[in-house]
């Protein structure tokens, strides 16, 4: 049985991963790869899904592929991986995730054949790395992670509070469950994995676990999540990093976006009195929603340790970083495209009174 902390982060991955499925994540199984041995990827063993890479096969607890293809590239296949710790996460799980990319990518067989039969394409795919976490990032991996394009999202944000919490207490309720019980009754992971995604994803993998003082726990993580208005999107913007931005009421962005797929924003930079500052978006006209996000401290640090003003360099931030942001949302069959434009015309202030023309981009004191 593995402790309370990997627990809690084995069941916060099962979360974002029904969080990030409007956002067109979708995890995989081994009937997503129709290719038998020995040409097949992907591969259903003891302790679960695992994927091939050049050097070795990876275990793939949530890996996920996207619908949509970005030009001249290849489908995008991406591990989800979450720590729910209290230290941050250090360099060691942001190199091991780079290993595990580099590998899969570096994977290069283009033709299979079936004996002496005609070789034909074979899928390839990109596959990408983003580690959530519930206390941030130590310095040298997110040094790391930027130089790698490994995606760092952070969950510490405040909006991220109920599902810490909802995730913490039904760790808590599973582990003790299962300590009560003897060693051979004992589910594994994989089988509380499984039986959570019976009920948030309609995936139907055996083996499940069956003891109602382990499901009760997990039902009820369950019935929390839908009843939460809390939504997370990814954010692709003009940097080497994705945006994990986060909403109380993800609907209110949908409204408007359905109705305004490509608009202009305002950005807005708010110190904290405990964590790094939050960065937020909303629409520029109205005020129709409002999402926030983290940015890695070594992009923070950069803005602090500038000769230049802090308002120049957010603002330069702000323009450059995040100048366009793109956002995919997956409505059954169909794929919508989002496109928030950063433009640098109005400057509010936090009191509320209007600059003379320089941006959009507002930056207050304290928010929290």
């Known amino acids: 049985m593995v402790g309370l902390r990997t627990l809690r982060g084995y069941l916060l991955e099962e979360v974002l991963a029904w969080l990030l499925r409007s956002s067109g994540y979708r995890l995989l199984t081994e009937q997503d790869d129709p290719v038998r041995p020995p040409w097949n990827v992907l591969e259903k063993r003891k302790h679960g899904l695992v994927v091939r890479g050049r050097g070795a096969w990876h275990q793939a607890d949530s890996l996920g592929e996207f619908p949509y293809v970005p030009p001249f590239s290849l489908p995008i296949r991406l591990f989800a991986e979450a720590k729910f710790t209290s230290p941050p996460v250090g360099l060691p799980v942001v190199r091991n995730g780079h290993g595990v990319v580099h590998d899969l990518n570096e994977n290069l067989v283009t033709t299979q054949s079936n004996g002496s039969g005609p070789h034909r394409p074979r899928t390839r795919y990109h596959y990408s790395y983003a580690i959530f976490s519930t206390s941030g990032f130590t310095r040298d991996a997110q040094e790391f992670a930027l130089a790698h ?5 952070d969950l510490s944000l405040p909006d991220f509070q109920s599902l810490r919490k909802l995730v913490g207490v039904a ?6 469950a299962a300590m009560s ?3 051979s009754q004992r589910p594994t992971v994989y089988e509380m994995r499984n039986y959570l995604r019976r009920h948030l994803l309609d995936l139907w993998e055996e083996p499940v676990a069956r003891s109602p003082s382990v499901t009760r726990p997990l039902d009820t993580l369950a019935a929390g999540l839908r009843r939460s208005s809390l939504g997370l999107v990814l954010a692709f913007p003009a940097a080497p990093f994705v945006l994990g931005l986060v909403s109380k009421d993800l609907r ?19 110190h904290r009195a405990v964590g790094h500052p939050l960065w937020s978006i909303a629409p520029r006209e109205g005020a129709g929603y409002r999402l926030t996000f983290s940015l890695p401290e070594q992009v923070e640090a950069w803005i602090l340790d500038q000769e230049e003003g802090i308002r120049s360099r957010t603002h330069w931030t702000a323009r450059n970083l995040l100048s366009a942001i793109t956002l995919y949302w997956v409505d059954g069959n169909h794929t919508h495209t989002f ?5 640098p015309d109005e400057f509010r202030e936090g009191s509320g009174r209007l600059r003379p023309p320089v941006s959009d981009f507002d930056e207050t004191s304290s928010l929290f």
């Open 339 to 343: 496109r928030l434009h950063y433009s």
């Open 149 to 153: 394009q490994i995606s760092l999202i």
């Open 252 to 270: 209110a962005f949908l409204r408007y976006a359905f109705e305004q797929p490509t608009h202009a924003v305002r950005v807005r930079r708010s």
């Open 171 to 176: 760790a808590k309720a599973v582990y003790d």
């Open 181 to 183: 019980m003897p060693p």
